[in-house]
């Protein structure tokens, strides 16, 4: 009447794989029989097309008039990109020595454990020899 975890789990990855095997087949066909109507489509539509047009126009003016700006004469954007990505760079140096140093502590911590246990378990086999020895005295 009872069925064992192993073969519960064993029906239950049966299960799971029909059902992703199901799935990705049904993506194929939707995929198959709607490539051909994809490719057919004109690559951008003339709405999006105004809406591009309009926001390189709006960022090309935007541009113009940041540099135009008296404060800003020798402004270089190069110069900028490489201030944010030294800083950006720094950040991750810094988040990866604190993250080494975490797994430094931890792995000194998980050593520490595994020594204590080696301690403790040590005795064991002394701690019953000298028991059998006691018992084995006679009285």
Known sequence: MFISLESNLFILAIIIKAIFFGSLIGMLVIFYSKAPLLANLPKTSPVFET?????????????????SLPFL???????????????????????????????????????????????????????????????DLPR
């Not at 047009?53 to 540099?67: G, Q, S, W, Y």
């Not at 140096?93 to 975490?102: D, P």
């Open 51 to 67: 809406r591009k047009r309009v926001l390189t126009n709006f960022l090309e003016t935007a541009k113009e008039r940041i540099k």
């Open 73 to 135: 004469k020798g402004f270089s954007f190069e110069i900028l990109l490489q201030k944010i990505l030294s800083k950006v760079r720094i950040f991750t140096l810094r988040t990866e020595s604190r993250v080494s140093g975490w797994l430094e502590s931890l792995r000194a911590r998980a050593k520490k454990k595994d020594e204590d246990k080696k301690v403790k378990n040590d005795n064991y086999w002394e701690k019953l020899e000298t028991e059998k020895d006691e018992k």
